[in-house]
């Protein structure tokens, strides 16, 4: 019964590797990156953009109650997220560099608070889809899926991301 639900194991694998991606340049690739241009101070106030990720317990009502019927349950949530995700990171990659070299440490950490906050909207809507789609037997590779892919998604945009930025390595 394990192998009937592979196409959903790999649909929860694909959208928690997005996650990863995304949390993993926020989480390790910033710090990194700017560390040379910022304070402690200035980096512990941008890393408290992940603040949303530990009060998503009082919006995940919301997710689970108010959604479009004809357009499903869970997406949507999970493609108005990812779209959202995508649009604001395209604007955010020419604004980030130049925002951070003008200090301008406030407007950077609403904009990354927002972005987290959206993928935390994400998550809750991805883990009930978890519960939905997989057989009752199958349920608890749902984490499992959560935990490989974040654990790539990190992985990819946080080493693999810094290895590629570093003109030595290329």
Do not use: H
């Amino acid at each position: 019964m394990f192998w009937l639900d592979f196409p959903n194991y790999m649909l929860l694998f694909s959208l928690y590797t997005l996650q990863g991606l995304f949390m993993g340049v926020i989480f390790t690739s910033l710090s990194l990156v700017f560390k040379k241009y910022l304070t402690y101070v200035e980096l512990g106030k941008i890393m408290m953009c992940t603040t949303p990720f530990t009060l998503k317990l009082f919006w995940a009502p919301i997710i689970e109650f108010y959604y479009l019927k004809r357009f499903g349950k869970r997406k949507s949530w999970v493609v108005p997220t990812q779209m959202v995700i995508f649009v604001v990171l395209m604007w955010f990659k020419d604004e980030l560099e130049p925002m951070v070299l003008e200090k301008k440490i406030n407007m950077v950490t609403a904009i990354l608070t927002f972005i987290i906050f959206v993928i935390t909207c994400q998550d809750i809507a991805v883990d009930a889809w978890a519960v939905e789609i997989l057989r009752k037997e199958n349920t608890e590779y749902g984490s499992t899926c959560q935990s490989l892919g974040m654990r790539i998604g990190f992985f990819i945009s946080g080493t693999v991301f810094i290895s590629l930025s570093d003109q030595q390595f290329c």
